[in-house]
């Protein structure tokens, strides 16, 4: 129960004052390195693996730049954001 309380929280906060991509992927525990771009594109256009991750919390803006941010920053991207590049 109170991990459902501390879940609701985080999205209604972070659905109050928006945030970007990093910080939504921070908050949830999502490594956009831990993925190549196709395989975060299946989760995004999955119900089941993007409630599995607690995104069907998310507002679509928030969904729209946490999906940029992850797919920018896949371990297949150029851009990618990890340690060491």
């Known amino acids: 129960m109170r991990k459902m309380i501390a879940i609701a929280t ?44 607690g995104l069907d919390k998310l507002s679509a803006g928030d969904l729209s730049v946490l999906k940029e941010y992850l797919i920018n920053n896949a371990a297949d991207a150029d851009s990618a954001e990890s340690a060491g590049r």
Do not use: C, H, N
Not at 23 to 29: I, M, P, R, V
């Open 10 to 53: 985080l999205f209604f906060t972070v659905s109050l004052f928006g945030s970007s991509g990093a910080d939504l992927a921070s908050q949830l525990g999502l490594d956009a390195s831990t993925k190549v771009t196709k395989q975060w594109e299946r989760i995004f256009k999955s119900k089941r693996k993007m409630k599995k991750r």
